[in-house]
């Protein structure tokens, strides 16, 4: 069984910053692309941001040039970096991660979410 944890999410005014991270946790052999995606209330859930295990990085536009995306893979951590934060960015976001487990299963997982509120 894989888990993936969010923490870091919370209320910030409107040009801060917050860091979000997902530790990944289980029977993993290896994690191969982990993203963020965000869903705010009445919207479909969109990708934010994806890093391959390698460091190559994906971002939407919406958030090109003020988020950051980056792994640790001996921690199997992925981080996402969010500055000048706007009222738009508030969502719940969502770790992502595609897995290979011990036995050679390979899963797409997901975590719980952590809220982001972003005030204006």
């Known amino acids: 069984q894989v888990q993936l944890v969010e923490s870091g999410g919370g209320l910030v005014q409107a040009g801060g910053s917050l860091r979000l991270s997902c530790v990944a946790s289980?029977?993993?052999?290896?994690?191969?692309?982990m993203g963020w995606y965000r869903q705010a209330p009445g919207n479909q859930r969109e990708l934010v941001a994806s890093?391959?295990?390698?460091?190559?990085?994906n971002y939407a536009d919406s958030v090109k040039g003020r988020f950051t995306i980056s792994r640790d893979n001996a921690k199997n951590t992925v981080y996402l970096q969010m500055n000048s934060l706007k009222p738009e960015d508030t969502a719940v976001y969502y770790c992502?991660?595609?897995?290979?487990?011990?036995?050679?299963?390979?899963?797409?997982?997901w975590g719980q979410g952590t809220q982001v509120t972003v005030s204006s």
């Open positions: 992502n991660g595609d897995v290979i487990d011990r036995d050679v299963v390979r899963l797409e997982y």
């Open positions: 890093i391959s295990s390698g460091g190559r990085t």
């Open positions: 289980g029977s993993i052999l290896r994690i191969n692309r």
